[in-house]
């Protein structure tokens, strides 16, 4: 029986003052909860304020970003070790907005991968296809090819040491969500190209789902058998939506 997870992505949103509030008010919310799992993924310079205010509580926090180079002359870049000494346990890698801004391509998010596997941080893998290539009937090959670029490079038995965000990016931020049926499809597609390498791991492996998730979607989302919970957006910047999410994941 895999437990639910609902992660928070805050993008480079928040301040120190509005931030207190907000994670005060998750911690509050989640208190007593076993049936599901609940994360924050901050900007790198409030991990400080995560660790302070979320140390000794049920909620988690992690980073949105990490260098696939382990030290050294890397102006601006962040390691995984450097996320460790803050405690994160939990780090997104291959968000659509850093595969499409930033360039990342299928190899370096893999690298990514690896660096924080290394480290012992979960990485939080996020694939997905945009709406041309869902369109073009391409879905499912582009999620596999995201998938696999990792297996290959870290092996199918890391994967028991990391989530799967599906991220349809016609979703992220647009207000339009996938439906039920049809995250349900990829979640399958996905657990199905894993299980052909290692069922038991894809038994265990947690699958969010991403991309508009809000209160009054998140339970129809979460019903599915294969929708594991969720990588959260815009509504994990808002405690009373972050916290109703998470309740949809915990019935
Ligand atoms: C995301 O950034 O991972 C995301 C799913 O965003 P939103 O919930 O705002 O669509």
Not at 8 to 37: C, F, Q, S
Not at 129 to 138: N, V, W, Y
Not at 191 to 214: E, F, H, N, P
């Amino acid at each position: 029986m895999r437990q639910k997870f609902v992660a928070g992505n805050w993008k480079m949103h928040g301040t120190l003052k509005t931030n207190e509030p907000l994670l005060r008010d998750i911690v509050a919310g989640v208190v007593g909860w076993r049936e599901v799992e609940v994360a924050v993924c901050v900007p790198f310079p409030y991990l400080t304020q995560a660790q302070s205010v979320l140390s000794g509580t049920a909620v988690a926090w992690g980073a949105q970003n990490l260098s696939e180079r382990a030290q050294g002359a890397f102006t601006g870049e962040v390691s995984a070790v450097m996320l460790q000494d803050f405690g994160c346990r939990y780090v997104i890698v291959g968000h659509s907005e850093r595969r499409s801004i930033f360039g990342e391509s299928n190899t370096l998010v893999a690298e990514k991968f690896a660096a924080a596997l290394a480290s012992g941080l979960q990485p939080i893998l996020c694939v997905g296809e945009t709406l041309e290539q869902r369109d073009a009937g391409k879905t499912l090959e582009v999620v596999a090819a995201q998938v696999e670029a990792v297996s290959n490079r870290v092996g199918v038995a890391a994967f028991s040491g990391a989530v799967l965000a599906y991220e349809p990016v016609w979703a992220i931020g647009t207000g339009r969500t996938a439906t039920s049926a049809q995250a349900q499809e990829v979640h399958v597609a996905l657990r199905t190209q894993v299980a052909r390498l290692d069922g038991k791991v894809a038994d265990g492996l947690r699958i969010l789902y991403g991309g508009s998730v809000k209160p009054g979607n998140a339970a129809e989302l979460f019903s599915m058998p294969d929708i594991d919970g969720g990588l959260i957006g815009g509504a994990s910047l808002v405690a009373a939506d972050f916290l109703s999410i998470c309740a949809a994941a915990a019935r």
